[in-house]
C-alpha cells in the first residue's frame, strides 16, 4: 500500500486518518458511516445492499432506509476518492481504487506470518469498541465475533512475545506488554505471573516492592468486578515476594533468560527446548532455599547447608504422610501419590533466615504443584488434618 493512503483505526477506537495521519473530523461525528466503512473493508467482498439496510437502517422505513445507505456511501466516496466504493444495484463493495490501510486487517496478516511483536503493537484495544447500531442485532453479533477474534490474536501474541522480552532480559517492555494481557484477559494467571516475574526479576527491594504492589491491585481489581480471588500460584509467588520484602536474600537469577530461579519464564522458557518432563516431580529447584548473589560466610553456607536438609526432610517425611494421614480429608480418590508440605519452625532465632519459614514451603507447594503426577497438599490443609 503506498504512504499516501487513508488508514482506518477499528482497534480500541474508530477513526479515518488521512494519508497526512490527521482524523478527519466530520466523518468522526458519523460513526454509523464509519462503521459501515468498516464492515465493507472486513468483507473483502461484495456485500448485498438489503444485508447493509437491515445492519445500519433497520428501525426505518425501507425508501428512507436506501436513501440513508446511498448518502452514506457518497460521503465515504467524497472522501476517499470516487473510485473508493463499487455500488451496483443490488450489491456493495470497496472498489479497486480504494487507496485503504486497516489496523485489523494489517494485525490478522502480522497474526499469520506469527509476527507476535507487530500484533501486539497493532492491538489499541478492543475492536469497534463503544461503537453501537440501535436496534441492530445483526450488527451487535457481527461484531461481537470480530471484537472475539482479534482480542484472542492479541492475547496468544502477547503469551509469546512476553516470552521472547523477557529471554531478552528486556523487563520493562515485558512488564508493559503483560500489563496489557493482563488488563485484558484479568483472570488470566498466566498473564499475572508474567507481571510479576518481569516486575521483580532485578532482584532488588524497589523491584520486589513493585511487583507487590502490581500484586495487591490485581487482588482488589478481582475481588472488584469479578468476585473472585487471584489464582492459588499467583497468590503464592506474592507470598514470596513478600517474604523477601520481610528480609529474605535476593532471588538467584538464570545465566540464560536472567529470569528468577524456578520462576515462570524459566519454566516456559524450558518447556520450549527441552523434552517433556518425567513422571516424577522435581522438587531440587524449591527445596534449595534463594542464595545472594555475593559468596556466603563459613557461617552462612553452614546455615543454608541445614536449611537445605530440613526442606529435603520437610518433602521426605511430608511424602510419606500423604500416603496414609490425608486419607479422611475431603480430597477426591486419585491414583497418583499425595505430597503434604508441612510448615517449617525456625529454631535459630536468626532473623537473616527467618523469611523461609513462609516463603521455602511456598515455592515447594508452588512447584509440585505444576506436575500432573501427585496430589499436593499445602501446610494450611496439613494444620487442620
Not at 485484558?184 to 516475574?197: E, F, G, R, T
Amino acid at each position: 500500500m503506498s504512504s499516501n493512503a487513508f488508514r482506518l483505526i477499528t482497534l480500541g477506537r474508530l477513526a479515518l486518518l488521512s494519508p497526512s495521519g490527521v482524523e478527519d473530523a466530520e466523518l468522526g461525528k458519523r460513526r454509523r458511516k464509519l462503521a459501515l466503512l468498516a464492515v465493507l473493508a472486513r468483507a473483502g467482498r461484495p456485500l448485498e445492499r438489503d444485508y447493509l439496510i437491515e445492519m445500519f437502517w433497520g428501525d426505518q422505513d425501507e425508501e428512507r432506509a436506501r436513501h440513508s445507505l446511498s448518502d452514506a456511501l457518497s460521503h465515504l466516496r467524497r472522501v476517499l476518492g470516487p473510485d473508493s466504493i463499487t455500488a451496483r444495484r443490488t450489491n456493495v463493495s470497496l472498489g479497486g481504487g480504494a487507496k485503504l490501510r486497516v489496523d485489523a486487517l494489517e494485525l490478522e496478516r502480522a497474526a499469520a506470518a506469527k509476527d507476535a511483536r507487530r500484533v501486539t503493537e497493532l492491538y489499541g484495544g478492543p475492536f469497534l469498541d463503544f461503537i453501537h447500531v440501535d436496534g441492530s442485532a445483526s450488527f451487535e453479533q457481527w461484531v461481537s465475533r470480530e471484537r472475539e477474534h482479534f482480542h484472542s490474536l492479541f492475547v496468544r501474541a502477547a503469551a509469546s512475545h512476553c516470552l521472547a522480552l523477557a529471554r531478552a532480559r528486556e523487563w520493562d517492555a515485558c512488564a508493559a506488554l503483560a500489563t496489557r494481557w493482563l488488563d485484558a484477559v484479568p483472570l488470566s494467571s498466566d498473564a499475572a505471573l508474567q507481571l510479576l516475574h518481569a516486575l521483580e526479576a532485578p532482584g532488588t527491594r524497589d523491584a520486589n516492592a513493585r511487583a507487590l504492589a502490581a500484586f495487591r491491585q490485581l487482588e482488589s481489581r478481582l475481588d472488584r468486578e469479578y468476585e473472585a480471588t487471584p489464582d492459588r500460584d499467583v497468590e503464592r509467588l506474592a507470598a514470596v515476594i513478600a517474604a523477601r520484602l520481610a528480609g529474605g536474600p535476593a532471588p538467584v537469577h538464570d545465566a540464560a533468560t536472567g529470569a528468577p530461579a524456578g520462576s515462570e519464564i524459566q519454566r516456559m522458557e524450558a518447556a520450549r527446548t527441552e523434552m517433556p518432563r518425567a513422571e516424577t516431580p522435581r522438587t531440587e529447584t524449591s527445596a534449595a532455599p534463594p542464595q545472594t548473589a555475593a559468596s556466603p560466610t563459613r557461617h552462612g553456607k553452614r546455615r543454608i547447608a541445614i536449611w537445605g536438609s530440613l526442606a529435603a526432610m520437610v518433602v521426605g517425611v511430608a511424602a510419606t504422610l500423604g500416603s496414609f494421614a490425608l486419607r479422611g480429608d475431603e480430597m477426591r480418590p486419585s491414583s497418583r501419590p499425595a505430597i503434604a508440605i508441612i510448615a517449617i519452625r525456625n529454631l535459630t532465632g536468626d532473623s537473616s533466615t527467618s523469611w523461609l519459614s513462609a516463603g521455602l514451603p511456598q515455592m515447594i507447594v508452588a512447584d509440585l504443584s505444576r506436575s500432573s503426577a501427585v496430589d499436593v497438599v499445602d501446610p494450611s490443609r496439613v494444620e487442620q488434618v
